[in-house]
Structures are given as structure tokens and as C-alpha cells.
């Protein structure tokens, strides 16, 4: 039961579109920790989900997509496990492919961001996450899954990451918003038309999802719980859109902690939302 | 603490209008078993709950339904268990009472069916799940929580089966209702009125509740948890209108897997909801 | 990680507006305890949030309030239990402060009732629940969780109690309200804004929530879960209002049992709850 | 699955030589309660063993007891809920059957010595245990679980209490021991046979088992797990020891918290045990 | 993490002598089901074991073996399944390397032994178990876990079934035993270094464990724990000795339920087993 | 309930011979994470035992040791982690105190024995563990848990360290031991007396304890459980001895991970296991 890949994939990589490839760390975490677990238990679970979507009318073996399984990232070196992320999807960039990172901790992202960034200087990031991750350190320490979309923007500049839900943060990090270096949309996804309509539609996009941003009553599977969040079909729904309306050159689901949630929903959400984001992409 | 048979049950079988008995079996379940320890849970449990239901200001002391036990019924061997439960139909039928099966998985409903659609051919299903169930087989298998409905079909043919909250299937599946042989809608109860007005009052009606048609943040307790479902008061509110139109002569709670969820609280909802099941058939 | 206070409580308690102290009491439950634990997971687990609340734009270090511990309780012993908790109340208000209760079970709050009654008489109570409360006795005992209303309403007499979200109580309880000796929103918060216009602004109140009003899929770490409850924005949003429109003279939050929820969001949940309560506070 | 009396209990209370009674109270438990739940389990749980002991090749189905259920007890009331099992107790006695109690935490030991001394006053108590539960009170409570023995000790004077496994006490505690109170092995069972061979044959004894004696290893599900304690076979072979060699005129079996141990093995231990225990008696 | 097959794996089945081959069922299962889960436990998890063992001064890096992984076995149809193992072995024995099967309930043992009898019809079977496993037929069913033991028995005749470790069982099981239909020493192994020397060297063997013959302190992750059984070191030492002085021709390590052992240290140790069994038949 | 520090610690640091202080880090931690709670159980827990130790027949209340809390460690940033632990090490070691550990995973141990190596150049280890920890590198990583005992190594040299218990390891760390590099007694402590014979009752001696020394049925909250260990009384004696018989100058207890025992027993060995520790270095 449960497989090496996730359910649907492509036996070969040639013909696929899309690259999955898992980063089990979480090193930096600072609560709770577990992510580490996600990707493995994403593919395992998956065998349990239809690669049929009832909501986009679309099935995953109708779509090439290649499961190229999990780094093997060294625990408690995260300069390190950040340049294999980067070089990994480095190599999936190069073939044309659209690289797809499961994390693992948020800090993943910085890797991934890195190596798209290169390809593309104009990208922006779309972020869902309940935490703003714009801290300039955490503790002293600048790699950390706190900083990273500080770390996103200290790449990019003002302007270019759009960020939704986010409803935890220190004053210094709303101040960060506020002071108009990223865009915030705080506890919802109200503005996300009038954001998408702003950017062109062949502009470079990066799509960040920390599952934590959903509320924690659908998805308890993560280390920092932040009551108030999104329902499931609300962020299916956003994702289908920024899919169907902007260029995504490469993208990621983080923060998936399979054990602190026994009853198991959280990881069966997080496959039936991955073969949403796939079918989206198409 | 907990007793022998459902809160509020009558001492004797004579006077009641309706009487409980539970099918604990989950030998087909393709995913996470669990499901065999339902009928027993809610029983234990149901000392935690009060008789009385504000919702619909009716008391369960007022209202004569008597709880027979569980079937004890043999694992994996599937036709003889199905006969079992619907022997325990027929009897009930016979003495002009209405049976109300505890599951168990969902294939149970097969039996209850069977005995239910001998007395009345012109029965109608009314069906809440997440999942479709209409596959003609599951690894070669006919007789499978995932073909319930299917085998129902095989019985009552076209335009009998009424589905509402599905959300998962695989493509044949789709294509089965989209064309015409059951009559869903899917993710939601949007058309539940129309379709209850399309029923004859006098129409007997089968009524079969699969708890997962319930989002699993507020059912996580069942053995294939599908994000995207209906709240509590949805769903009660969806029995009580169907009990109060229609004729309904047989009816089910099946797929709760109470160890599923550590919370207790998918046990303590599948109490109050059997409450409210049992005030509205009055 | 985690430590003796919760997270930005004052150094001292002279300049404190408000004062934390704990009850972890469950003696009387009847049903599953573990509340006891509740104040100790409050105090531990709130290093994992922050100290500012983006939804009200203010932040605990900017606000004055002290953490006096918990109480030591002899378990076993309700009258004497009590005692200390109304003896700890008189001391905070005899310092001009205002007591905040972490319970425990519920019927901790009729100690802090007892002490804030007699020093404002003409007080009224708002009771957010999602159970009653109102028995005379529960199977002979008096100074039980079930009675903690009525003891209140023995107390403060008819018409100065308002409920809110109660879903489960039995006959007699609900013929209680409706004969007017309490005023009640059954299952939801609908009526809240006229009874807080009702209400003189400088009238005594005291603000009880069993943090049970929420719905069980975004708060399960409770005894007695009852399904179709608050959101946690919503319950976030009363008493936000309450606290800018009334004179909130004394308050508590119960029935956090921490080991009932294993994914740790109750406990989460509850410390930006209790976060949102200091801050709307001042 | 599962039934309302232990496996094997006989249909009527006449022919019955023991007589099961359950006291699911806990309210004075100073650390983690949950043993209320553990008549229940163990009833409920009894369908999963074999009524046939190969140890003692002996069948339950030859020996007629009876199982008579559980009191309905007060939480919050220990004065109360002691006379209600002293009551039982004395009911039982007066028909002649022995008298054998499922905790419940300790504390309802007394309920059931009191009824036992009274009827036979040069009573003696053989006592296993993790703890002395010789404290004169906990935390000003003298009706406390860590008080129990010292309670029966007050009833029957020095030199009449056994105590096996003790391994965890405060200094006053063990001093008490030391100063000839009580007679206590600690640790281990190693003066069994000479204690035994002290006590007249036919001398009355009262039989108390806190499960927690064994170790938290094959015993996790109990409230202050102890480490270092006795394994299974070993305490088996005491209790059909004391059981064959002296006369037991009264017996419990205390302190398993079901909830505690998700492995549910202490629940399945505690059902082998407690049938072990019966066949003991005949 | 984890990988699609067990630690150490031959990336081919050719040079390898024994191969791998799970059985993921449990349905006829009687108390808590699970055990389907087991075979994909222990791949996944051996990532977390070393490929050496230090005991037997062995590495699975110098011994070639293949893990054929899992059967695709339809729930609910006993039958079918047991054919499907059964060719599964044939075709593993047809090769002339020895069929090692991953459990699965115990019954999943019949198709396999079926098959090595087939080959070699004076096949021995040691059996390693809490239970007695000779039920003619359980609740009516003759294919089922209880009767697994029973079915081989069927089979194979008297004096052929070694037993150790069995301290479960009906009076009739044990009346069985000792009409010497089958060898059983009950609860320990004392006996089976005379056993192992009653069987000619070059006998074929049949071994199967299983894995609740441990003590449920050590191997909790099961469904149906029964105190008194063996350690880890003991139930090692017989398999290297069985393997190291017998014709072992087939086995098999059934009965882990992962998750009944939320500790995870069932699975881990399953995997420390199998490596040790592994390495023993070299 | 519990506190901020370890119960019976002094209220002030000046008279203590020992200095608790925690290491709440688990960056390397390869398999499942956890230990960084570890220290925060162990406070928090340890009201649930006594301060009086019958084994010893001694009392913490009557040994002065101070708690000096926890480092805030960076996480994910090993090398500043360590020069911190090593800092707090020295600062205890130049007031002439004892420094005492709680992790954390086993890396934390270097830091400390940096410390005491400085001021003890000719320093002995003894070490129990389930694991070798000899490792050159972990994944190209040399600040591994994994590496721990080999960094030590590096630092002391050979013949310095004496391992017991020892039962996983890489074939290479068994032969690094068979170099007689360290001195290994694997799997058990038979050789502990003639080890501590061997060593110079002044010899300064650092002892180091993982706590998965212990057999996992007595220890399971640990991150990698080995099945085969120790029990509790046998570390307990062994650790008794070696304080009493050599000069213990520094010590460490790791490799707790509370929340992977979901019984909690583990943490409550670990707080006896702590008390037995600090006793017996009077």
C-alpha cells in the first residue's frame, strides 16, 4: 500500500511538465518540529486519494508530471541543504520543466527561490502562509524558516511578493508591510483579484503555499497552529485561479507535519491538494 | 459510565416506532479500518449527551425507539454478513417498525437495502457521502464499501439514487451520473429542495448517511477523511426537512471509526446527530 | 522553552492593570477531566506565539498585567476549593486590579463570582457556552460544572445573566430560560449587540468563557465537545466589543484540557485567545 | 463487541461466590486522572480474551460470579461516594458472596474495608502498589488516594497491613513503615512466602491491588507510572498464591486510567488479570 | 525517507536467495484491525536501522536478498487472497529461493505454507505465537486468523507443528495440544533445543512468527497484546539457532499493527528482527 | 503544577555542589526530532514525584543543587550551539560546581565535554548508550549526533572511552571499537565493575548517559529505540556506583523526546532517573 512516488506520476521524466522533488528538512524549525516527514508521507498516503478532480474535470494520468522522490539534505547544515535545493531545481529549470518543492520546513523555499530567481530577475512570489516569515534574524540566526521571505525579498526587492493570510508576526514585521516593502493582504485572500489582475500575465511567478495558512481545524498537521485561517475549497480555489491566469515558473506545498496530527486528515488534504495544484497547472 | 444500548431507549421493543441494530463490520475496507467499532462507541458515549434537543425542542424520553444491539457478524466473509443484516431488516419491517442501522462501513447499507426495496420496489435512496461508491468492482471485488451504491443501482435502476456531498470518485464514476443513472450533486445539498419536492410525500425512502459527507474538521474519525464537506448544522438540518417531507422507512449512520479520532469528539457528534435523526422521525 | 508565566506578563505586579491567576481544578467533571492541566499548557505553550496582535495592532509588551501562578487546590474538595479561588479574586480587587481566572473546569468561576458580587452587587454575568449550566443539581451535587449558572443565578438573581451559544442542556434547563430567569442566545451570538446595548456602560460585568462555545473542529481540547459551535473570529470579535463597550470588572476563560487535543492547537487557540482578551482589555 | 458485564459473568447474582462492583470515581486523583474510565474498559474490553485460563486450566464458565455493574458516584464529593461503596460492599457481604471491586482511583478502597472490617475486625490487608499511600493527608485532604492505607490503618492498628512493590513514598512516609506501622516489602515481593506463612490460614483478608505495582512497562495505562515494578507472571503468581493459601473475604483491583495507554494493552492486561484473579478465588 | 523496499535490498532478484514478499491484509481480523499497515512500516522505517548487525557480526551489504514487495489483495475475499500469496510463494519456491512473507493477519500463513508443502509434503512448521491459533472455525468461518494454525494442521497432520509461547487459547485449543495433534510448549521456549534435535537436520522447516509472542511491553503494535511473553534478545537467539541448525525452507514475521503503537518502536524493532532473520539464513 | 525548575532545587545557585542546565536542542537529529523538549518535560513533570529516594534512603531536599534553566539555543546553527553549551559549561566548572546536562540530542555532550576536558586534560568518558555514536561523518556532517562519541574522541584520544549497552552502530564503528580505540562492553554492563576497578578513583571521569541506553519497553520516548537494552534498576545501580566510586566532574542525561511517548512514562523515569543521579553525588 502507498508507493515510492506520488499517485499518477509519470514512469520517466521526459515527457512531464512538472517536477516534484521533496526536501525533507527542518532543522531551523523552532517549535515543533516534523516536516521533515511530509514528502514521504504525501507519497505514501496518496495511493488512498482518485487521481480524478471532480472540481477541474481533470485526471492526473491524463497529465505528465515526474515524482523525482526526496534530497537526501544533511541535518544541521542549512547553508548545505540550501545549495542541493537550488542546484536541484536548477537541473529541473534547465530541462524546461517547472520544478514543484515539497518541504519540509518553510526555509525550503529560499533554495528553490534562489534558483528561479536566477533564470527569471523579474520574478515575483505569491505567498500564502499564516506567519509573515519577514523576520530579519531569528535568535541571531539569518537562515531560518522565520526569515524566509525576508530573505526572499533581500533577492528581489520591494514590490514583489505578495503575500495573503498572514495573521501572526511581531510589530516589527507588520511595520515591514506597512511600510510598503512587500504587499500583505492580513487574514484573507480579499485582494487577491485586484492582485492578479496587477501583475502581467507572462510575468514570472513563484507560488509559495505554507499549508498553515488553511485554519487549523482543516489542517492541525503543522507545527505552529494559527486559529483564523482559510477553509480548503477557498485556497483550491485561489490556486486554480493564480494557476489559470499567471505564468507559474515554479512553486511549492511546506510545513506538512504528518505526526502532530493522528488522525491522519491533514497529510490526505495535503495529496488531494498537491493533484489540485497539478491539474492546474496544465 | 455508558451503558448497554443508546441513551434514552426504550426498556422494551412493543411500542417502538423505530428500532437501532448495528452491523460492526469493516472487513472491505480498502484504507484505514476502524468502522467495526462504531455502534459500540456511541452507545459508551452517548451517556455524555443529554436527551433533549434544542434544535428541535423534543426530548428522546418522549419518543418510544427501542436499541436491539449489534449483529455478530463474521469477518471477511462479506455475503454471509450482508445476509445477516438484512434478515435483521426484514424482521424489523415485519413488525411494522422502522430499522435504523448503526455501521460498520459502508457497505452494510447493501443488506438493509435489500430488505427494505423487497417490501417497497419503488423505493428511493437518499445518499450523503464524500464518495461516490458506484464503482462496479474494487479489485475485482462486487461486494465493497466502494460499489455500495452501485449494487443499489443494480436493484433499483435508474433515477432512484439521490447523491448530495460528493466529493471524490474516479472518472467513470463521473461519468456514470453525469449520465443520468443517479442523480447527484456533487460538494454540496444546493438542489436538496428541489429534489425533495420531486418525491412523492408518500414515496418510501431510504435514507443512508456516510458521516464523511461531514468536513473531517468536524468529523476526522472515519477511514478516508475528504477535505471540502458540509458542517453539523447542514446536515442536520438536511435530515429533519427530509424526515418531516418524506416517508422514510429505513435508514443509516454508517463510517464512523472512532479511534481514528483521539479527540472523542467524531464519537460525541455521531451521538447528538443520532439524537436528531431519531427526534426527526417522530 | 516555555516558562513559569505567560508571555509578556510584567515583571511585577504593581503597575498591572490586570492580574492572571490559575485554578487547575476539575474535580467535578463528569464526563472526561484534564482541565487541571489547562493553566500550566497556557503558561508553557504561549512562548510559541507572538506578543503582538495584528488584529487589534496592539502589543503585550505595551500592556501592564501580571501571571500570580496558579493556586494550589486540594483535589476532592470543591467548598474549600472554591474558598481559595474567592479569597485570590478579593485580593486582586482589593489591589483596584481586575482578576483573570484560567480555569480548570467551570465551576472555578462561581469562586470569582462570589468575590466580584460583593464588591459590585448590582453585577451582571455574560456567559459565553455551549452547555447550560443552569441544573439544580447534578446526581445530588450542588457544586458541580452542570450548576455553575445556577449557583450564580442563586447569586445575582433573575435577569442579570446573558448567554450566549448554549446548544445542550436538558428540558428543565431550557424552561429555565424561557420562564426568563436568564437570558439566552441559544447556539449562536445573534442578539449580542443589542444585549450589550441593554446594558448601562458602567454596570459591573463579568465576562465567563467556557472556551467549549467553539466549535469542537477548532477547539477539540474539551471534556464535553458539542458540535455546531463558535469560530474562533467570531468569539475573538465579541469579546473585543464587550470589553470597549462595558465595564469588564472580572473574567476567565475555562475548560482547556490540553491532553484531549494531541495536535496541540486547543492550547495554541486558547494563548492568542487569552492574547486578544489582555489586549482588548485596556 | 463488547457487552455490559466482564466476560463470562454469570446471568444471576444467586449462585455467584464474588461479586464484581465498579466505583468510576477519580476526583481526588493529584496527578493525571482518567481512572474512572477504567471499569468500562475492562468490561467492554473482556470480549477480546479467552474465558480459559492455561495458567491455571480453569474456565471462567465454570465458576459462577457475577458482575453487577457500576455505582453511579458523585464527582466532587469523596465523603459521599465512600458511603455509597461501603454500602455495596456491606450488601454483598451480607449475602454471603465476596465482595470485588474495580477502581476507580484508590481512595474507593476504603469504601470497601470499612464494610469489610466492620463485619470482620481482626481483618488484615495485603497490599501491592508502586506507593505507600501512607500519608496522613495531601494537601490538607485526608480522604485522598496518597492517603488510603494510612486511613485503613487507622481503622485497624499496626501490624495489619502487608504492603508489596513499594518504591516511591516521601521520607515520612517510609519512616512510618520503618517504625513498624505497616509492614512493607520494598520494591519486590521477596518475603511473600514468609508473610503469608504468618498470617492464620483462615484469618480474613482483604486483597488490594493498585495495578500500578507492576511495571510502567507492561502497566503504562495508570496515573503516576513508577519505574522499576513488578512483571505480569510474577504478580499472577502472588495473587493465586494469596488466594489458595488464605482467606479472602474481600478483594479490588484499582487504578487503571484506560485513556492513558493508547496501546490499549493495560486494559487488555487488567481483563487476563482480573480473570485470573476469579479463577484464583474458587 | 524511507524507500520502496526494505534497507540493504539486491536492486535484483536474481542472485538473491531469499526474497521479500508482503501480504498487506486483515480481514477477517476479529478484535482491532491494522496489520495491513505493516509490510509498508517496516520498508519505510528500516532507514532508521543499520544494515549491520553487531549480534551476529553480519551485514545485509554481503548478503544478497530481493524485496519483491506487496500482493494487491482484494479485502473481504479470504479465498481469493490466500490463492494470490499462494502463487506469489510457488513462484519463489519454482526459483529455488527461499519465500519470506511479511504479514499481515496470521491467516495470510495458510497460503504460504500451502504452497511449501506442495514442494516438500513432510514440511515441519515451528510456530511462534501468544496464541493457539486451532479454532476449527471462528463465529462460523473457517478461514480465519484464529484457525490459521488449525488449517495447517489440515494439512500437514499430527506431530508436524512445533509451538511455542502460547498462553492463549480456548479449553478446547488446549485439549487439542494435549491429545498431541501439535507440540506445544506453552508460554516460554524451555523446550526447544529437544525440539530442534527431534527434527532430522535436512527436514524442510516452516517458521513462522508471530510477532505477539513478544511481550506486549516490547512489541505493543499488535492487536491482540497479551501479557507474559518473550523478550527481544530470546526470540532472536531461538531464530538464529532454529536457522542456523534446520533446513528452513520458507517463514514468515506477521501481525504488526503500526499503528496501535503510536511509540513507533514496534515497527523499529520489526525491522531489527527482520534483519536479524535475514542475516540468520545465510 | 509544575514549576520553572526541578523540584527540591535551591532557591539560590551558592551553595550547590551541582548545576542543572538544559540544552534544549535537536538540530542534527537524523530520524525523528523531539529532544528539544526534553529538558521543559523533565521541570514540569517532576512534581509528580517525591523528593525522597528509598533506594538511596536520601532526600534532594536535603542536597543543595540549583537549576539554572535552559540555553536559547539558535536552532540550526550547531557550531554557535556548542561554543554556548561549552560556556555555560565553564562558567559552572570555574565556580567550582559540578555541571549537569539535561539535552537534547546526544550532540549537546560535546559542548560539555569541551568544557571539562579544558580544565581536565586527562578525562575519561564512560558512556551508555544503544548506539555507538563513532561515525567519522554523518552525511558529510561531523557535528552529528551520530558523531558525538567520535568528536570526543578526537579530543581525548585513545583508551578514554568506555562505552556499555552498546547495540547499533555501522560495521566500520564496531570495528573502530575491536581497534581498541574505545572500550566497548556491547549490549550490556557486564564488564562495568572491572572497568571502574581499571580507573583511578580520582581520575576526573565525565559520565554521559542516552537515555536509549534503556530498553525501549522502559524507555520509549527516545527518537531512535533499539529493542535490547537495559532496565531501569540495572542503570540506576550502575550509575550509583559510578558516582560513588570515581570522581565524577561533569555529566549529561539526553536523548529524551517527550512527546514520542505518548503515555508519558518516559519523562516520569527521566525525573526519577535525574533524582537518583543528583543523589548519588553526595
Chains 1, 2, 3, 4, 5, 6 share one sequence.
Do not use: W
Request: with cysteine; net charge negative; proline share 6%.
Amino acid at each position: 500500500m502507498g508507493g515510492a512516488t506520488f499517485i499518477g506520476a509519470a514512469e520517466n521524466e521526459q515527457d512531464a511538465k512538472v517536477v516534484l522533488y521533496g526536501a525533507p528538512y527542518d532543522s531551523t524549525t523552532s517549535f515543533r518540529p516534523g516536516t521533515r516527514f511530509g514528502p514521504a508521507a504525501i507519497r505514501s498516503e496518496s495511493f488512498g486519494i482518485e487521481t480524478y478532480s471532480p472540481l477541474q474535470d481533470r485526471d492526473l494520468e491524463d497529465f505528465p508530471f515526474f515524482d523525482s522522490g526526496d534530497l537526501e539534505l544533511p541535518f544541521g547544515a542549512p547553508d548545505r541543504a540550501l545549495e542541493m535545493i537550488e542546484a536541484r531545481a536548477e537541473e529541473i529549470l534547465f530541462q524546461g520543466k517547472i520544478p514543484f518543492l515539497l518541504g519540509g520546513e518553510h526555509l525550503v523555499t529560499l533554495g528553490a527561490v534562489r534558483a528561479v530567481a536566477k533564470k527569471h530577475p523579474d520574478l515575483r512570489i505569491i505567498h500564502f502562509d499564516a506567519h509573515a516569515d519577514l523576520r530579519e534574524d531569528y535568535l541571531g540566526v539569518r537562515l531560518s524558516h522565520a526569515c524566509v521571505m525576508r530573505r526572499c525579498h533581500d533577492l528581489l526587492g520591494d514590490g514583489r511578493i505578495f503575500q495573503f493570510g498572514i495573521r501572526s508576526g511581531t510589530r516589527e514585521e507588520f511595520e515591514f508591510m506597512r511600510a510598503g516593502h512587500v504587499v500583505t493582504e492580513p487574514f484573507s485572500d480579499a485582494t487577491l483579484v485586484e492582485v492578479l489582475d496587477s501583475i502581467p500575465p507572462d510575468a514570472p511567478v513563484y507560488l509559495t503555499v505554507d499549508m498553515d495558512v488553511l485554519d487549523p481545524s482543516v489542517f492541525p498537521g503543522t507545527g505552529t497552529p494559527e486559529a483564523g485561517g482559510f477553509n480548503y475549497r477557498q485556497l483550491v480555489g485561489d490556486v486554480v485561479r493564480i494557476c489559470g491566469q499567471l505564468n507559474v515558473v515554479g512553486l511549492d506545498n511546506v510545513e506538512l507535519a504528518p505526526s502532530l496530527d493522528p488522525t491522519g486528515r491533514s497529510t490526505a488534504l495535503a495529496c488531494t491538494f498537491l493533484r489540485e495544484c497539478l491539474l492546474a497547472l496544465t
